[in-house]
């Protein structure tokens, strides 16, 4: 029990460690080493929780994720039957997350490095998809993991603009949110068309 204590809160210190690394270098240049100098532990404790930085990357970015809720979106856009709800609530969370760290995905993005966001957001897209109330909306596993893997790319390049534009954002969050959250919605609808 004191084993699983100490292994969550060294795991905790990783990535605090690894937050305050990436405000101000990019990813790339993040050793090992340096991650462990700062928590204070020693490399083969890194290595026992991970095996390179990038899984660290990519356990943080799925954390950070799991803390927006999307998992529950599915369940509201169930009782409403509609997708426009999974969309424009999960965009906004999205932006507002990325708002929020807005130095940490400036590195992401700039440097290249969001396959570790995709990663972790490809996952949770998933794990949402196989949400039993998610069989209101897809007729197949296929046709779902499609919608997960189309949907997910879309979000990123979203996210990557978003931050592109700046301070000289010519609409709001919630606005933005509302248009890409259409077309998702516009993609959806088309496929039940299509039927």
């Known amino acids: ?4 204590i100490r292994g969550r809160v060294t795991k ?3 990535k605090e460690s690894l937050h305050a690394l990436m405000k101000h270098k990019p990813l ?40 927006l809720g999307l998992e529950d979106y599915v369940g509201d856009a169930a009782e409403t039957f509609s997708m ?7 965009m906004l969370a999205l932006i507002k997350h990325v708002d929020e760290n807005g130095d940490i995905y400036k590195n992401f993005f ?19 998809m196989e949400n039993p109330v998610a069989d209101r909306f897809w007729r197949t596993p296929v046709e779902a993991g499609c919608f997960v893997s189309y949907h997910c790319a879309g979000i990123l390049n979203a ?11 010519k609409c709001s969050a919630e606005e933005y949110a509302r248009i890409v959250g259409r077309f998702m919605v516009s993609d959806y609808n088309m496929a039940e068309s299509q039927v």
């Open 12 to 14: 905790k210190m990783l």
């Open 110 to 128: 700039e440097g290249g490095n969001n396959r570790y966001l995709e990663i972790a957001l490809r996952d949770i897209l998933e794990r949402v």
């Open 159 to 169: 996210l990557q603009n978003w931050m592109k534009m700046g301070a000289e954002k």
């Open 84 to 90: 426009h709800s999974i969309g424009e609530k999960v």
């Open 28 to 67: 790339s240049k993040i050793t090992v080493r340096e991650i462990c100098e700062k928590t204070r532990v020693s490399r083969p404790t890194f290595y026992a929780h991970y095996h390179d930085v990038y899984a660290l990357v990519t356990d943080y970015e799925w954390e950070k994720l799991m803390e």
């Open 1 to 4: 029990m004191n084993e699983d």
